[in-house]
């Protein structure tokens, strides 16, 4: 098994962890890695859920915070193992996993590691199977199984944000939206209904759409409505009698989820829509003062954050919660995935200055 | 191996030959039994290539008519073995086969067998892999290896027209448009371009095509312009970079695939369009004196035939051709495929007066 030091630096942790493949299904050598290096710590009552590991502090403090870090990663493409790069002069860590997010995970081992007598208890978390189906989602499972360990005042979510306080999240919402027609040999087309030229409409609607900018609590959020898939057709000589276009929405935190399905409908009007996925965004949270202070004591600017994250299950569990990670989220899941060394380290300063109070 | 009555009824030899199955590719016993069936008739001269059979007679007449059927048929779908059944107090064999194109091989070989003594002479010619792609077409294949066996003066194809003669055939494109984006995350679509929306206009202009209606020697062939496949997009959460919209364009005799490419690319004028597959079609062939005697003898007024057939074969190697067999053609490929008895006798009877003169 491999060995974990936790008081090498986290730029040699991010290198060892990303070194160890843990793709979305097999987290587990990197989740017993982690188990052994965080079990034996006197200040931490660590539990393990699956590959989900839970390590507490209960210090008696007046406040909780929720550190979290996925474990998982996209599939790799020759991008394991890790190297150093240089880019514009400034050195990198290139790889899967080090932007999403690896280099975040391991900055919270080693302040999980070091800080005994933080100024609030800390509820870290490291979880699997973030990047595949959310009934999967080791964060979600937890959430249904011990929903108590996720009692805190304030949670951060190691997401990669340049090292920046990105708030909150847009909402998710994907659909299918359906036309149907009649069969018929393409000889005799007239005899039949052409299902995919009623689509005409509904890519001609998405291509016309202007997608809003939304404020919520001083951020900007910016939506997106697009076709992500279609399909249609089942030979060169049948005129096709159904075609389907997904369509995927990104809408603000200041619609709840049935705003975002109305809005689709009405966009959509007319057409066979179904709502086959809706995960409803994240206020920023920035209005509680443990986020407040946060933010003050890493110095950032708070943005919006536009893809949905972990944090709204934070959210939906009434914690408000925030992304703070190393890494170009532009980067995530690209195969010139790198995350460059200062942010490591800016991320692993911030976190440490605020959680001690120095 | 079954064996072939050729003294029974045509009606009872296509129930025969339906009830032996001959999905393309799997036609080897059916062509072993035809095979079987004819080599020892003194009046035929019989060559095998594969699994097409070719029976010519040598009667030093001075005109040579090829009469041509294919053996195989689509896949059999719960439709086989046939059923008498009754329709409108109709009676029709019902099956795979019964339509395309058995019923009219059934004809022609109870013909080649009887008829010892004809006023033409007649290469009569079964061929396989007529459902499938052109390559494995028999009769592509035989004209490649054996183009001499097509020397006639008129080619009379048993395809299903109702026991009409129908001249000649509408010609046959297909053409990919493509359109191209560039990949983004869909929570931060700005990023990217997407290539479905892109293809708006392509549907647009498919859906408002009028096709037209085009008279040819005195027939009216109508044209048709479809969609018949779509598809783009990689994951639901990202923006697709490609999309591709498969076009069948359907166009009259009058014009060649020249033409016919031209046409598609002015409608489809600013997209990326590759041509797939093109075969033109084949004019009437009804000026031709034999065409006109074969009319007359059969009693039938002439209609256009508006799907592709091998009678493009004949008339791309200068042979006039027309279809002429019983069946309905909306019922081929159908799962209700059926053939009435009266229409299986009526050819039977047109072409047994045409070619002996009788």
């Given at each position: 098994?491999?060995?974990?030091?936790?008081?090498?630096?986290?730029?040699?942790?991010?290198?060892?962890?990303?070194?160890?493949?843990?793709?979305?299904?097999?987290?587990?050598?990197?989740a017993?890695?982690?188990?052994?290096?965080?079990?034996?710590?006197?200040?931490?009552?660590?539990?393990?859920?699956?590959?989900?590991?839970?390590?507490?502090?209960?210090?008696?403090?007046?406040?909780?915070?929720?550190?979290?870090?996925?474990?998982?990663?996209?599939?790799?493409?020759g991008?394991?193992?890790?190297?150093?790069?240089?880019?514009?002069?400034?050195?990198?860590?290139?790889g899967?996993?080090?932007?999403?997010?690896k280099?975040?995970?391991?900055?919270?081992?080693?302040?999980?590691?070091?800080?005994?007598?933080?100024?609030?208890?800390?509820?870290?978390?490291?979880?699997?199977?973030?990047?595949?189906?959310?009934?999967?989602?080791?964060?979600?499972?937890?959430?249904?199984s011990?929903?108590?360990?996720?009692?805190?005042?304030?949670?951060?979510?190691?997401?990669?944000?340049?090292?920046?306080?990105?708030?909150?999240?847009?909402?998710?919402?994907?659909?299918?939206?359906?036309?149907?027609?009649?069969?018929?040999?393409?000889?005799?087309?007239?005899?039949?209904?052409?299902?995919?030229?009623?689509?005409?409409?509904?890519?001609?609607?998405?291509?016309?759409?202007r997608?809003?900018?939304?404020?919520?609590?001083?951020?900007?959020?910016?939506?997106?409505?697009?076709?992500?898939?279609?399909?249609?057709?089942?030979?060169?000589?049948?005129?096709?009698?159904?075609?389907?276009?997904?369509?995927?929405?990104?809408?603000?935190?200041?619609?709840?989820g049935?705003a975002?399905?109305?809005?689709?409908?009405?966009?959509?009007?007319?057409?066979?829509?179904?709502?086959?996925?809706?995960?409803?965004?994240?206020?920023?949270?920035?209005?509680?003062?443990?986020?407040q202070?946060?933010?003050?004591?890493?110095?950032?600017?708070?943005?919006?954050?536009?893809?949905?994250t972990d944090?709204?299950?934070?959210?939906?569990?009434?914690?408000?919660?925030?992304?703070?990670?190393?890494?170009?989220?532009?980067?995530?899941?690209?195969?010139?995935?790198?995350?460059?060394?200062?942010?490591?380290?800016?991320?692993?300063?911030?976190?440490?200055?605020?959680?001690?109070g120095?």
């Open positions: 098994m491999p060995v974990l030091d936790l008081t090498a630096s986290s730029v040699d942790l991010t290198r060892t962890i990303c070194d160890i493949p843990s793709v979305s299904g097999d987290e587990t050598p990197l017993d890695a982690i188990f052994a290096a965080v079990d034996g710590l006197d200040h931490l009552e660590v539990t393990r859920h699956g590959d989900t590991i839970v390590a507490r502090t209960n210090l008696g403090r007046a406040q909780r915070v929720a550190i979290a870090g996925h474990i998982d990663t996209v599939p790799i493409n991008n394991v193992p890790t190297r150093d790069v240089d880019v514009d002069g400034q050195p990198f860590i290139w899967r996993g080090t932007v999403d997010m280099a975040g995970v391991a900055v919270q081992l080693k302040l999980a590691a070091e800080l005994t007598d933080p100024r609030v208890d800390i509820t870290w978390m490291w979880y699997d199977h973030e990047e595949v189906a959310a009934e999967l989602n080791g964060l979600t499972r937890l959430a249904a011990r929903p108590d360990l996720f009692e805190a005042d304030f949670a951060i979510l190691g997401e990669p944000s340049n090292g920046q306080v990105e708030g909150g999240c847009n909402g998710n919402l994907r659909a299918i939206v359906r036309t149907s027609g009649v069969r018929a040999h393409s000889a005799r087309a007239w005899i039949g209904e052409n299902a995919i030229h009623k689509a005409a409409p509904i890519l001609a609607r998405l291509a016309e759409y997608p809003r900018e939304v404020e919520v609590e001083g951020l900007v959020y910016r939506e997106g409505l697009n076709a992500v898939r279609i399909g249609g057709g089942i030979a060169g000589n049948v005129i096709p009698d159904a075609c389907e276009v997904e369509v995927n929405y990104r809408f603000a935190p200041s619609k709840d049935a975002a399905e109305a809005h689709i409908r009405d966009v959509l009007a007319g057409f066979d829509v179904e709502i086959v996925d809706l995960a409803e965004g994240a206020r920023p949270g920035l209005d509680a003062p443990l986020a202070e946060f933010v003050a004591a890493v110095g950032a600017v708070p943005q919006p954050k536009y893809g949905w944090v709204a299950r934070f959210s939906a569990m009434g914690v408000p919660a925030v992304n703070y990670g190393p890494g170009d989220p532009h980067l995530a899941h690209h195969d010139e995935e790198r995350v460059p060394l200062s942010q490591i380290e800016d991320v692993e300063r911030g976190l440490r200055a605020w959680l001690t120095a």
